[in-house]
């Protein structure tokens, strides 16, 4: 796999990178050893696995379903928020593929079976996580 070819391994390395990036300066661990992030990381990458777009897919603030819970999206936006503008210095590839990415409005392709943009939640079945990462550190 390649992350010129492949929309959601590039979108998976860049996930793992924030999140590495966020765990290092917050946690002072590396992500395998931070349960939290780990359990972060995890659950990002699997739901875009499970994204019924697949490599048509916009950034998931641009996507008309939204696969992560409410606390989980919260956690995931505190992470780009703080790691964002660090990528760019660490990780300047992903970070302009990211930016090319984030430009797409809306998905390329439908998904197939012909549902509705109100059922296709149902298409992004995972594992639902419980934990949440701590705010106070």
């Known amino acids: 796999m390649s992350i010129f070819n492949d929309r959601l391994h590039r979108e998976s390395k860049t996930v793992e990178a ?24 995890n659950y990002a990458i699997d739901r875009l696995h499970h994204c019924p777009f697949h490599e048509g897919k916009t ?34 590839i992903l970070t302009v593929f990211h930016f090319i990415d984030d430009r797409r409005k809306e998905p390329l ?3 197939q079976s012909g549902t509705s943009s109100k059922t296709l939640e149902a298409d992004c079945p995972g594992p639902s996580a419980t934990k949440v990462i701590d705010k106070s550190v």
């Open 18 to 41: 924030m999140i590495a990036i966020y765990c290092q300066h917050h946690h002072r661990l590396k992500v395998v050893d931070c349960p939290e992030c780990s359990e972060l990381q």
């Open 59 to 92: 950034s998931c603030k641009n996507c008309p379903i939204h696969c992560y819970k409410p606390g989980i999206k919260d956690d995931v936006k505190r992470v780009m928020r703080y790691a964002g503008p660090r990528m760019m210095l660490r990780h300047p």
């Open 109 to 111: 392709m439908v998904p």
